[in-house]
Every structure is written in structure tokens, then in C-alpha cells.
């Protein structure tokens, strides 16, 4: 059994955990791959609160976050008190239940918890860390050794480097995204007269707004939005629903919960989205071009980077800059995104959750 060891703050170590899982069972059907939450188990009233004003504070007071951030990179947690103890304690129950032949981390502190369980005596089996920072890597993913590390691509490798000097344990395999986005779809999936924009809304209610304003011009003239609302549903209905009455019938598809995303993001022109590093990933996996709106202060600026050092994408500050760029990325017959989707294609890594099973399966004991 491979344990898997991830946390719900944010998109991109629940999304990485998960294709790990995948790639393991597609790989080796009979070996078992479990995906724990270790905050749900060890603090279950409380996880569900962290992860609210973790959400609360990325996107209404980023100036807070970005200080938090920042002073983390101080943190040891070898001090009095021990705020790992539940942690720890649900993690040696973990352990002693499972007997795992291997642990595979997608959030940064969990090695440091097994390390504090081996000076207590316990054997621990092999750990191996999926870094889900793009480029600018933050020193907590290197809190506690592991036995290898897995970066998304060259520039993260030489990030890592700089924390880790073992050279041989850190590993280039992608970011380990849907294995759906080795599917293609076909050329009629793809096909729109005027192009088609994805815009995923994860911001501010004002922010959603102004920015379907700003691309109402782009409807009005023949271009397809499709806008999955997922969890921001009930947040958005009336914005929503206002504007979708303003524009030409059939512009606009709205989705709720979906596992769509991976086609989506094949099919369409560009994303509109948050610099998650998740979504960022999976729309190279997709050589789907990005607008990106915001950017969470620290953790995502090097996701960020990843795309636009590139010409993958493109990173707004205004709703108003983000109609601009959509109108560009679809004139002259959508030369611009066209462009962008070549420059993806060096970077695409969509079997990268398959590199990372392949190579736990071959090297735990």
C-alpha cells in the first residue's frame, strides 16, 4: 500500500495527490493507493475553519496572506508548544494501521512530522515529496528531508537546487494533472467561428462582473463563453444570470460541478483563471493559453511566471486589461492564442502522473 498525504489549502495539493493516486492504480491495479487529508483526521471541526479563512485571507486581504507567507519561511515547529502534536498522532496512527511500503507528500510539512516519528524510534518507510511552488519554491518543502522530489520543470529544478543541494533527488516530471488530458479531443470539439473563451470566476464579486462586462463586446460579435461556476454557484447566480440575459442567446454556457475541466481546457482558445498552480498546469497539459486575473501574493507569483516567462499567458490587474487581452489573444483569425498554444507545446506535460507512479512503484521497497 502507497499512502498518499495531501491538505485542502488550495486546488494544487488535493489536485496533485489525487493523479499521483491515479497514475499508481493505472500502473499497478493491485496495489493500493489512499489519499489522506491528515488535517480532516487529526482536527475535524477545526480543518473545516482553517481552510475558510485560508480561502478568506488569499482573497480578501492578500497583503496579510503575503506577510504570513513570508514569515513561514522562518518556521521550524521545534519549539514549545508542539502545534504538530495531532498531526503527528494521527500520522503514527496512519502508519501503524496501513504499514504503507511507501508515503508520497504533496504538502510541505509532513516530512517533518515522519522525521519526529523516527526519533521516537519508529521506522518510517521511504518519503517522497511532489512540490506543487512553480519556479519561486518555498524553503518549507525542505523543512524535513525526503528520499526524492518531484518538480514540474526545469526552472523549479534549479529553484529547488538552491534549498536542496543533493542533486540527484530532485527529479523533473510535470505536474501530475488529470491522465484525461491524454485523451484528445476531436477537431470538431474545438471548432468555433468567432472562438471560444473558458473563464473559470474565483474572485470578487465586483471583479466577476466587470470582467463579463469587459468581454460582452467579444459576445456580441460571435465568441463563445463557457463558464463553469462549480462552487462559486450560489455567489455568483445573479451576476450571472444578469449578464447572460444581456447577451445574444447561446453565447454563454454555464456549468456547475463538472469533471469537464480537462476537455474544457482542450477545446477552447484560453482560460480565464486564477494563478493556481493546479489550474496553471493543466492548461499547459491542455496547451490552453491563459489569461491570469489574480495572483495569491508569494505561493503563486512563480506559477505565474512559469507561463508568461514563456509567452504561454498572459497576467491582468484590471477586468477592464483583461477584456483587452481575450480581444487580442482572438484578432486576426486568433493568431496570438495560436502563437501561445505553439510556445505550450515544450512544456506540456500530461502524462506526468504516470512519471511519478512509475517511479515510486519501481524504487519503494
Not at 496533485?16 to 489512499?34: I, Y
Not at 498531526?87 to 522525521?115: E, N, S
Not at 523516527?118 to 525526503?146: K, L
Not at 542533486?167 to 501530475?176: M, T
Amino acid at each position: 500500500m502507497i499512502l498518499i498525504l495531501t491538505a485542502g489549502f488550495g486546488d494544487g495539493h488535493n489536485t496533485a495527490a489525487r493523479n499521483v493516486a491515479g497514475g499508481l492504480r493505472r500502473l499497478a491495479p493491485n496495489e493500493e493507493a489512499l489519499v489522506v487529508d491528515l488535517f480532516d483526521i487529526a482536527h475535524p471541526a477545526l480543518s473545516p475553519v482553517m481552510k475558510e479563512n485560508y480561502q478568506m485571507l488569499i482573497t480578501r486581504a492578500p497583503s496579510v496572506w503575503a506577510w504570513i507567507y513570508g514569515r513561514s519561511a522562518k518556521v521550524s515547529f521545534d519549539g514549545s508548544p508542539d502545534i504538530l502534536a495531532g498531526l503527528r498522532k494521527a500520522l503514527a496512527g496512519l502508519l501503524k494501521k496501513h504499514r504503507p511500503r511507501a508515503i508520497v507528500c504533496t504538502y510541505p510539512i509532513y516530512p517533518k512530522l515522519l522525521k519526529q516519528i523516527q526519533a521516537t524510534g519508529v521506522v518510517t518507510p521511504p518519503i517522497y515529496t511532489v512540490i506543487t511552488d512553480s519556479i519561486s519554491i518555498h524553503p518549507i518543502w525542505f523543512i524535513a528531508p525526503s528520499d526524492a522530489y518531484f518538480v514540474a520543470d526545469e526552472d523549479s529544478r534549479k529553484s529547488a537546487l538552491r534549498l536542496c543541494r543533493v542533486a540527484d533527488e530532485i527529479h523533473v516530471a510535470g505536474f501530475p494533472v488529470s491522465l484525461d488530458f491524454l485523451d484528445q479531443p476531436t477537431p470538431e470539439e474545438s471548432a468555433s467561428p468567432h472562438g471560444k473563451i473558458l473563464y473559470l470566476p474565483s474572485t470578487g464579486l465586483k471583479h466577476v462582473q466587470r470582467t463579463l462586462a469587459s468581454l460582452r463586446p467579444l459576445l456580441l460579435a460571435g465568441t463563445k463563453l463557457t463558464l463553469p461556476v462549480g462552487k462559486h454557484a450560489s455567489r455568483l447566480y445573479h451576476v450571472v444570470t444578469q449578464f447572460v440575459d444581456s447577451v445574444p442567446d447561446g453565447s454563454v454556457e454555464v456549468i456547475g460541478w463538472t469533471n469537464r475541466i480537462p476537455r474544457l481546457l482542450q477545446t477552447h482558445d484560453f482560460v480565464i483563471c486564477k494563478a493556481g498552480g493546479a489550474i496553471l498546469h493543466e492548461s499547459l497539459a491542455a496547451t490552453c493559453p491563459a489569461i491570469i486575473d489574480y495572483v495569491v501574493p508569494g505561493q503563486e507569483e512563480g506559477n505565474a511566471e512559469l507561463l508568461t516567462k514563456h509567452e504561454c499567458g498572459v497576467t491582468t490587474t484590471t477586468p477592464e486589461q483583461t477584456g483587452k487581452e481575450a480581444a487580442r489573444l482572438l484578432a486576426n483569425n486568433r493568431a496570438e492564442a495560436r502563437r501561445m498554444k505553439a510556445n505550450m507545446k515544450a512544456l506540456s506535460e500530461p502524462d506526468a502522473a504516470l512519471k511519478i507512479a512509475s517511479w515510486v512503484i519501481a524504487h519503494a521497497p
